[in-house]
């Protein structure tokens, strides 16, 4: 891999690899570390990729398993959501509402929900990136659809 | 939800000094990995669940542990009702099932725990979580649930983020109590109904992957409600689950009663819930034994029967979860 192609990479994916981490430390600081350790992990090993699609996939993994030893190896002070949310809110698209309601979920949940809808990974590939059974997956996302209903109506959930 | 999702989430983006240092990274090829392991302020953590009940063999039992009293006798009254029982399962299988008195007093090897951390600097404090890990052979994801009943999973206690800067609380592995049901009446069970008196804990029904859809959501046809005194991490008014199902495939294959039942089992378990919690915080040298509940279990069949059972939960004060069904009844035909 190309320095250009590293910047590419790093575009093409910062954000979605900070969400991921986001979903699950719910702390800007956190999940700019956890992203950065991963492109710095990409960034080691970019002799060994063959196109973007595989240098996409990686690093959705890596990033996972980043959080994962993340979470292992700190215990952490949460840090106050609306520090985390304060640009967002300018967004006319942003909802506070889904925003806390999904926050209120456990951390593994919200990965899930997070990889579910917002990168669009089927169970299968939930299940194999988090490195838990499919029936896991699903019952993770169930729990978090019915939390999460709780929290907004059934409309705000099957619209 | 998909498209609010991501409307949401796509507004928050990294700091763009988080990118640029990202970006130079390819000029500084030696830089060592950020660790990811800075120690803040010492705070427990953990989403998810869960104390839930494990049967075990007596023999199993670690040392000096002590069974609690539980006193209440079993009776059953029911005659033409189908009728059920609770079988606390050992992970080896075993079981130890009175079927003659319809009784268990099975101490379980689910064990909640608390470690004191006040006064502890962030390094102890990590050295003892990592002591933890090593000693429980703790899995990757340290799931709680529903997943590895057969391994053994420790799981830190929290809810969402709440910060525990008194004590590492955790549970040691997780099962549940089966309903063992006639080979017929499984067949026509129509909605399941639990509840629990201990509004620091709360109940939720399992069963099996055959129940879900490819989506995760459970399928038409099954009323499965878990009316839980107890608080939860969930803001549910009156403080009910309204349909809380979780995945059973963590039921052993080789299980006698899913060999005699196909896929059609039921579980119940038992959930530690915030209040608890916040208590052991509170206190880390929390008396456990002071830990109790009762669950009254209703099955309720296609005919309008319904069958019911209670069991009664209790734990020592080393915080092994013990449980004893208290009264097996048949109520009423609805019809």
């Known amino acids: 891999m190309l320095e250009n192609e590293y910047i590419e990479a790093v575009k093409r994916n910062s954000q979605r690899l900070f969400l991921i981490a986001f979903s699950y430390t719910q702390s800007r600081s956190d999940a700019e570390d956890i992203m950065q350790n991963t492109f710095l992990k990409l960034w080691k090993h970019r002799e060994e990729f063959a196109d973007k699609k595989h240098i996409d996939k990686w690093l959705t993994r890596v990033c996972v398993n980043e959080c994962k030893d993340f979470h292992r190896l700190a215990f952490r002070k949460s840090v106050p959501l609306e520090e985390a949310c304060e640009t967002a809110e300018s967004d006319k698209h942003f909802d506070m509402d889904l925003f806390n309601a999904v926050s209120s979920l456990g951390k593994k949940e919200r990965m899930a929900v997070h990889l579910f809808y917002y990168e669009d990974m089927s169970i299968k590939d939930i299940s194999q990136i988090m490195k838990i059974k499919e029936s896991s997956v699903k019952s993770m996302l169930h729990r978090s659809r019915e939390k999460l209903k709780s929290k907004l109506g059934d409309e705000y959930i099957y619209e | ?335």
């Open chain 2, 1 to 335: 939800m998909n498209k609010k999702y991501k409307q949401t989430f796509s507004a928050i983006y990294p700091s763009d000094k988080a990118i640029e240092r990202v970006m130079e990274m390819t000029k500084e090829k030696d830089k060592k990995s950020k660790k990811a392991n800075r120690i803040s302020t010492m705070a427990v953590a953990i989403a998810c669940l869960a104390v839930f009940v494990t049967g075990v063999l007596a023999g199993n039992v670690p040392k000096g542990n002590q069974t609690p009293a539980l006193t209440s006798e079993s009776s059953i009254s029911g005659k033409t009702a189908p009728g059920f029982a609770i079988i606390a399962y050992a992970d080896d299988t075993k079981t130890k099932f009175d079927k003659k008195n319809y009784e268990i007093k099975t101490p379980l090897k689910s064990k909640i725990g608390a470690v004191d951390i006040r006064g502890k600097s962030n390094k102890e404090t990590d050295a003892i979580v990592k002591e933890l890990y090593r000693k429980y052979n703790l899995t990757d994801w340290d799931f709680p649930c529903y997943e590895s009943e057969d391994k053994n999973v420790l799981t830190f206690l929290d809810t969402n983020n709440t910060i525990y800067d008194n004590a590492i609380i955790y549970q040691y592995r997780n099962g549940f109590f089966d309903l063992d049901l006639p080979e017929e009446a499984v067949k026509t069970v129509k909605e399941i109904r639990v509840k629990n008196t201990n509004r620091d804990a709360y109940v939720l029904i399992t069963t099996l992957d055959a129940y879900y859809n490819p989506d995760g959501t459970l399928k038409e046809n099954y009323k499965m409600y878990a009316k839980s005194t107890g608080r939860t991490n969930i803001d549910f008014e009156n403080d009910e689950i309204p349909y809380a199902v979780l995945s059973g495939e963590s039921y052993k294959k080789d299980r006698a009663l899913e060999k005699k039942h196909g896929k059609r089992m039921f579980g119940i378990s038992w959930v530690i819930g915030n209040g608890l919690i916040e208590k052991i915080n509170q206190d880390p040298n929390y008396d456990f034994s002071q830990i109790s509940d009762k669950l009254t279990i209703e099955v309720e069949f296609e005919d309008g029967n319904v069958s019911q059972s209670v069991v009664k939960i209790a734990t020592d004060k080393e915080g092994y979860i013990f449980a004893k069904p208290e009264a097996f009844e048949y109520i009423a035909n609805k019809n």
